[in-house]
């Protein structure tokens, strides 16, 4: 007596699966067209994760008939994995089989969804940019404070490769947005290679005047352009594309 799964849920398990076997270091298509013939081919079978019948494996007694062929009790497999993991209890155990058919499932909606993966980077970028953006804005409003003063050039935070991270992600996130944060990004390297050879400059000797007024020009202009681009309204558009669920 076996509790066997009615073709309803057979279905159901594959089409779930995206018909592709819930092994993860698998993953082939099972059903597919019958060469030379207009039918299809299924080498696929809806495994039972606690066995349907006593003395299979992974068998548990106290669950009813319609337990043991429920949706719930089954996982997607070709027929390689099928008879592999009815023969091993110890290796393929419940609970690994049943977090196999969860990535399974998983994996085929992202399959489905196409741009999971890349929205997924887009968001883990956009949180780093945008954390930058707010210590850059902090920086801004205690220089302008205290004008003159000299700066590390290390205090301006700016993402190791920041252009090609900027290129990768700007379909997702359009254009006007992506070239406002070039802008910016852009202008922030620059000045940081400025305060580098000026600090580097000084380094050890006193500046002259002109050299001196000729830097502190420079960042005024920086500071003007920072104030014009950097608004909150630019920093709440990079937020919408963020995603701190996580945190
Ligand atoms: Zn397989």
Not at 1 to 17: G, I, Q
Not at 99 to 121: F, H, L, P
Not at 137 to 160: H, W
Not at 165 to 179: D, F, K, P, Q
Request: one cysteine or more; a neutral charge.
């Amino acid at each position: 007596m076996r509790d066997n799964f009615s073709e309803a849920t057979k279905k159901l398990l594959a089409d779930r699966a995206g018909r592709k076997c819930s092994n993860p270091y698998c993953r082939r298509t099972t059903i597919g067209p019958q060469l030379g013939d207009k039918g299809t081919v299924n080498i696929g079978e809806a495994a039972h994760i606690y066995a349907a019948s006593p003395g299979g494996k992974r068998y548990k007694e106290d669950m009813t008939s319609e337990q043991r062929s429920s949706y719930e009790n089954g996982i997607w497999m070709c027929r390689t994995h099928a008879a592999l993991i009815d023969r091993d209890e110890k290796y393929f155990t419940v609970e690994m089989l049943k977090s196999w058919k969860e990535d399974a499932e998983k994996n085929a909606a992202d399959e489905i969804i196409g741009q999971v993966d890349e929205v997924r980077k887009c968001k883990f970028r956009m949180n780093l940019f945008y954390m930058d953006f707010l210590e850059d804005k902090k920086i801004l409003a205690s220089l302008n404070k205290s004008r003159g003063a000299m700066v590390d050039e290390s205090c301006f935070p700016v993402q190791n490769e920041w252009e090609k991270h900027l290129e990768e992600i700007s379909y997702l996130i359009g254009a006007e947005l992506s070239t406002s944060m070039y802008r910016i990004l852009r202008e922030l390297q620059v000045f940081k290679e400025i305060m580098k050879k000026e600090i580097d400059r000084c380094a050890g000797r006193r500046m002259s005047d002109k050299e001196s007024l000729a830097y502190c020009r420079r960042a005024d202009l920086f500071k003007e352009r920072m104030e014009e681009w950097l608004t909150d309204e630019f920093i709440e558009s990079i937020k919408f594309f963020c995603d701190f669920s996580k945190e």
